[in-house]
Every structure is written in structure tokens, then in C-alpha cells.
């Protein structure tokens, strides 16, 4: 494995289009659940033991080779939003886009035959990993940072919070991170052995029904 | 059974096509606290309820109920009273296993009351719903976290549908003490005390979805992958959350 790639592939600037979705913090601060640092970090906590540990899961089960098709299904019926199927197919096409140019491989040339508008973004992350020569723990872990930085940003964006808290809480969500990137691994290492059904399912309830409101909004700073 | 590890129960319900317009109902086994009555039949569909003998379950305790629609059978099955999951003398978590199948041609309703989940209690819920290409089904959960002012117990509850041998919603909802953490924060109950969903998936989907759309500020109808609905709600306390519910019953028709 390749300690550079990691950071190549985990840097925000990486051009996915991660910067436009807010993983649902745009919703929340609106509600106003997300009021500042403290709200922020219970956010991001509930995200990364569910949607967080979801795709964390998947992205990992697709970098030790499960059927990119087989995720992909397995995504949709853990995502039953559709509007967040619909960002993360999104996001799934700019994340090819981008690793097809970065590193060049024909497991990924696959995956964007098969899915021409787009797989699930974890999956293309977890394939990606592979052409970048990365490990299923590095695809988790990936995943799950930015499950959560991607909203620690849109808040300091929609709340004038300060960088140096969004920063802090990330830091304090290090440990948990941590926790669920190895329950991830594991769970895709059983679906390996078991078939997609052990992957993780966690659900929260209020992230799946305010993407369904956000979608309709007419005006808004974030894509989800 | 009673042994020291709790109770084992299993309860098994078959509908068949009658032959003549409505539902037989071949197998209608209870078990100690599952016991099983046929109530008066609506039509061609054929109703049973569920009747909790005991309270329970209780911590140890694994409880099974099977439902079987077969080819042609309309099934609708409620219970009598909540089920309230409660601490028990033996160690572990108390587990309720629900496994449905709905054949080509065959309609469930699966509506039973609300599960509660009583100061430290245990309880893992696992629901199955295999259904054919054809089957049509309506499913209804709801969970809500402690007796009035009562601190929750700890649940996990997972549900998963697939439909012609394909995942179509698995979905895991985990609170309460001891849960991972963020449960009850803001991105999934946020101090919300019920949290329901209702399922609905018929093949005429397939031709005309219903679109997305808001049920009020804590509720949200969404297509799923397939020829189904989800709804999902969260509300303060198990009677507005049954409204909500009831509304998008109505509201799908």
C-alpha cells in the first residue's frame, strides 16, 4: 500500500465533488438541530454509526473485490431515500471521473460500463482504492472521514462557525472513527465469505427524512 | 419452553386461496405467550391477531412468528395490545424474530401494535420479508423508546425486504442505553420518542411510482429501488406517530 495514495485519495481537494453536499447538515442547521460546535459533533457521531458505518462498509467490500453490482444493490435497499440515492449516484460519477484520470484501471473502466449514470459512491470509492492500490481498511477509513468532514465544512459555511471548532470536533470523533473503520473491515471481510446481506444496515431516521425536504427546497447552498 | 436461559416460543400462521373467493388458513399454531386467534374474515382476506398470553418478552427470551401467504391468500394480521419489552432474570438480550413470505398473487398486511421498549430491557428484533415478483405487502413497524416518562431500554431492530431474490430495504435502527453513539442526537431520533415505518410494495408500482413527498416535518414518503414505498417518521409519543402512519396509509389508497 501506498501511504501517499491514501492522502491523495482522502484529501478534500481531491476533485469528486464531495464540496457540494453538506451530508446533510444543511438540513439540520436550517432545523435548527445543528446550532454549533456541540450539536455539530453529536451530528457527525449519530452519521458515522450509521449511513457513516454503511458506506464505510461498502467502500470496503468493494476494495477487497466483491461484485461492484452486488454493492450497488445492496446500497440502494440501505439507502431508502431517494434523494440520497440519487446524490450519492451523483457523487458515485464524479468520484469515477475522477479516479479513471488518476489512476487508470480496468476494474474501474467496468464499473462505469456497467453503471453509465453512476454507482454508489462508496463503491466507486472502494474500486478506487484498488486501482490506487489501497487496502479495504484505507477505503473505510476514507469513507468515513469525510461521511463527517463533509459536514463539519458545510457548517462552518452555513453557521459562521469557527474553522478551529469544526476542526476540534472532528479530532474528538477520531476515536469512534477509528472503531467503526475496523467494524467496517470486519463486516466486509464476513460478506466476503457470507455475501453482501452482513454488511451493515444502521438507519437514521431524521437524515433519510430531512433529504426528502431538503431536495425540494428551492433555494440552497448544498447539492444533499 | 421455560428454561434458564428464558422462554422459546413460536408461533406459525399459513394462508392459502380457499378455492372459492377467499382465504383458508391451514396452519394457525401458537405457543405459550404467542398464542394466535382467527378474527372475522373482511372479504376475501382473512384476519388474525396476535394475542400476548404473557408479557414479555423478557431478557433471554426468543420469540419466532412465521406467516406464510400462499398463492392467491389475502393475510391481514394485527395484535391485541403493544408488546413490551422488558428486563428478565436471565443474561442476555431477548430476542423477536419475524419471518414473512408472500407468494405470486398473495397480499399481507403486517400491522401489529407498537413495540415498547421498557427501562432496561434488551431486545434484538430481526423482521424478514421474502416476497415473490407478484406479492403485494403492507408492513408497518413502530418502535417506541420507554413507558410514558421512562427512560428507554436498549434496542436493535433490523428489517429487511427483498422481492424476487433482491435486497429491496435493509434497515437498522439501534438506540437506547449502550447503543452507538449519536442515537438520540441530531442526525437520527433527536429526542424523538416513536419512530415508525411503513412498507408498502405492489407490482403496479412497477408502471407508476408515487412520488416523494412530506408527511408534515417529521415524516417523508420515498420510493424505493423497486416496486415499493418506504414511509419513515419519527414523533414524541406513539399516538401521533400512528397518525402520521395512518395518514399515508390513506394517502397511498
Same mark, same amino acid.
Given at each position: 500500500m501506498s501511504r501517499a495514495a491514501l492522502l491523495v485519495l482522502a484529501d &478534500?481537494?481531491?476533485? @469528486? &465533488? &464531495? *464540496? @457540494? *453536499?453538506?451530508g446533510g447538515a444543511e438540513a439540520a442547521v436550517k432545523a435548527g438541530r445543528i446550532t454549533g460546535a456541540a450539536s455539530l459533533e453529536e451530528f457527525c457521531r449519530g452519521r458515522l454509526h450509521t449511513s457513516g458505518l454503511v458506506s464505510a462498509s461498502l467502500a470496503a467490500a468493494a476494495a477487497l473485490g466483491l461484485d461492484p453490482v452486488e454493492l450497488d444493490e445492496a446500497a440502494d435497499a440501505r439507502t431508502p431515500s431517494a434523494a440520497l440515492r440519487t446524490a450519492a449516484r451523483r457523487l458515485g460519477r464524479q468520484m469515477m471521473r475522477a479516479a479513471r484520470a488518476t489512476w487508470p484501471h480496468p476494474e474501474l473502466d467496468a464499473v462505469a460500463r456497467l453503471f453509465p449514470k453512476g454507482a454508489h459512491q462508496p463503491v466507486v470509492l472502494g474500486v478506487a482504492a484498488r486501482a490506487a492500490g489501497l487496502g479495504a481498511d484505507d477505503a473505510a477509513y476514507c469513507s468515513l472521514y469525510e461521511s463527517v468532514s463533509g459536514a463539519a465544512t458545510a457548517t462552518v459555511r452555513l453557521l459562521s462557525l469557527d474553522p478551529f471548532d469544526a476542526t476540534g470536533v472532528l479530532a474528538r470523533l477520531a476515536p469512534a472513527m477509528d472503531l467503526v473503520a475496523r467494524d467496517a473491515v470486519d463486516a466486509a471481510r464476513r460478506a466476503v465469505e457470507d455475501g453482501v446481506d452482513a454488511l451493515p444496515a444502521g438507519s437514521a431516521p431524521l437524515l433519510e427524512i430531512s433529504a426528502e425536504a431538503h431536495a425540494a427546497w428551492a433555494v440552497r447552498l448544498f447539492a444533499s | 419452553m421455560m428454561t434458564s436461559a428464558g422462554v422459546r416460543a413460536t408461533a406459525r400462521i399459513a394462508a392459502t386461496?380457499? $378455492? =372459492? !373467493?377467499g382465504t383458508a388458513l391451514p396452519v394457525l399454531d401458537g405457543e405459550g405467550p404467542l398464542a394466535l386467534r382467527r378474527t372475522r374474515a373482511a372479504g376475501s382476506e382473512a384476519r388474525v391477531m396476535l394475542v400476548g398470553?404473557?408479557? #414479555?418478552?423478557? #431478557? $433471554?427470551d426468543h420469540f419466532t412468528v412465521e406467516a406464510n401467504a400462499h398463492e392467491g391468500a389475502r393475510l391481514h394480521v394485527g395484535s391485541a395490545a403493544a408488546t413490551i419489552a422488558l428486563p428478565g432474570q436471565a443474561k442476555g438480550p431477548a430476542r423477536y424474530d419475524v419471518r414473512l413470505t408472500v407468494a405470486d398473487d398473495a397480499e399481507l398486511h403486517w400491522l401489529p401494535e407498537q413495540l415498547i421498549s421498557a427501562c432496561d430491557s434488551e431486545l434484538q428484533v430481526r423482521t424478514r420479508a421474502e416476497l415473490a415478483a407478484g406479492a403485494r405487502l403492507v408492513l408497518r413497524e413502530e418502535q417506541v423508546l #420507554? =413507558?410514558?416518562g421512562e427512560a428507554p431500554g436498549r434496542l436493535t431492530s433490523r428489517l429487511t425486504v427483498r422481492r424476487a431474490g433482491r435486497s429491496l430495504l435493509d434497515q437498522e435502527l439501534a438506540c437506547g442505553? !449502550?447503543?452507538? #453513539? !449519536?442515537?438520540?442526537g441530531p442526525a437520527v431520533l433527536? !429526542?424523538? =420518542?416513536a419512530v415508525g415505518q411503513l412498507v408498502v410494495v405492489r407490482p403496479e408500482f412497477v408502471h407508476e411510482m408515487p412520488r416523494a413527498a412530506l408527511l408534515g416535518e417529521f415524516a417523508a414518503l420515498t420510493p424505493l429501488a423497486g416496486p415499493a414505498v418506504l414511509v419513515t417518521a419519527v414523533a414524541p409519543d406513539a399516538r401521533h406517530l400512528r397518525r402520521v402512519l395512518d395518514e399515508a396509509v390513506r394517502a397511498l389508497g
Open positions: &478534500g481537494r481531491f476533485p @469528486a &465533488g &464531495g *464540496h @457540494a *453536499h453538506s | 386461496a380457499d $378455492g =372459492r !373467493g398470553a404473557m408479557s #414479555g418478552p423478557l #431478557g $433471554g #420507554g =413507558r410514558a442505553p !449502550g447503543a452507538p #453513539g !449519536g442515537w438520540d433527536g !429526542g424523538h =420518542r
